[in-house]
């Protein structure tokens, strides 16, 4: 039973969870346009968007644009990002003269009946750090427009920051989520342990075979849960706090490969004990002889049923809705 209860535990962290891994925000030649969501705070100045500026890029006066992309409608001349991503590796040249001015600056003049607010997006010539502080949650992009002529090989780094830190939404109410399932943890494996404690306390007699295998099931799974969640949460912390989105790292890399793995492991080890604790239940309820066996089997089919289905119905409209929520978070 408390493998069934612990699945849909498991269903609903994976709603709140949607851990993606993401491509380092590093805008070259060959790639000119990022977007990512940005989630702001009112009177927070934690949410911005900065660009790292070394000499090879203040070198090539590389002009750029800041925008939240939901405003792309009241630009008259700046291109959608499917269109900026086709043309920019290939056809700069065709790009460019639609986008930019006689001086190379992004025309941000606005189209018919819009308006232009110049305190939403910045625009100019990228040969400082720029930081474009963030007061409006929404999608992000940066656009860049370096010489084709002179086929730069730069790399400039983009830090998209939200106001609680660096991983994305979805991810920081899992990461929030875990303080308080600790919390529930902790008191309920204090309440295992003061019911062990008081059967203990009764005599080894009081303690029936039925109750040892409960008991045996619960520290199997709680403590691997337990671990679980405390791994989930160093590696969430060091996303948030510790590496940028730009910064390509191989320890966060080993952290991401580690955390599949002990997934993996974990989901296996769990499948394991139910089969063991189903083994071992079902040897102890037959050889009772009060036990009538022929109950067992539809009563305890029908329980094991319903929650796995359930949670596989949960997931499955959860995994749908997510898979056409990510895209448009990226743009």
């Given at each position: ?174 990461y929030t989520s875990l303080k308080w399932i600790f919390i529930i943890l ?146």
């Amino acid at each position: 039973m408390f493998i069934l209860i612990r699945s849909l535990i498991y269903c609903l962290l994976y709603i709140t969870s949607s851990v993606v891994a993401t491509e380092p925000t590093i805008l070259t030649g060959e790639n000119g346009a990022i977007c990512r969501w940005i989630q702001a705070k009112a009177n927070n100045d934690n949410s911005y968007v900065r660009l790292f500026v070394n000499e090879t890029v203040v070198d090539y006066e590389i002009f750029g644009l800041i925008f939240n992309y939901k405003n792309i409608v009241n630009f008259a001349s700046v291109p959608r990002i499917e269109n900026f991503t086709d043309l920019y590796p290939t056809n700069k040249t065709e790009l460019y003269s639609t986008m930019l001015g006689g001086d190379g600056k992004f025309i941000d003049d606005a189209a018919k009946d819009h308006s232009v607010d110049t305190l939403r997006f910045w625009s100019g010539v990228i040969d400082k750090e720029i930081i474009f502080l963030v007061s409006e949650s929404g999608t992000y992009c940066v656009y860049i427009a370096p010489d084709p002529v002179k086929a730069p090989d730069f790399e400039l780094p983009v830090h998209f920051k939200n106001y609680y830190g660096n991983m994305r939404y979805s991810s920081y109410l899992y990461y929030t989520s875990l303080k308080w399932i600790f919390i529930i943890l902790f008191a309920t494996i204090a309440a295992i342990f003061k019911f062990l404690k008081d059967l203990s306390a009764g005599g080894s007699q009081s303690l029936s075979s039925v109750k040892a295998a409960m008991n045996t099931l619960v520290m199997l799974t709680f403590v691997p849960f337990v671990l679980m969640r405390l791994f989930d949460f160093c590696y969430l912390f060091v996303q948030n706090s510790v590496f940028a989105p730009y910064q390509g790292s191989s320890i966060e890399s080993f952290l991401s490969f580690l955390s599949l793995l002990i997934s993996m492991l974990d989901a296996l080890f769990q499948f394991y004990v139910a089969l063991l604790f189903s083994m071992g239940l079902g040897a102890i309820y037959y050889y009772k002889s009060d036990a009538n066996y022929r109950g067992f089997l539809p009563e305890w089919s029908r329980i094991a049923t319903k929650f796995p289905l359930a949670s596989a119905f949960i997931i499955s409209l959860t995994h749908s809705y997510f898979e056409g929520s990510i895209t448009i978070s990226f743009f």
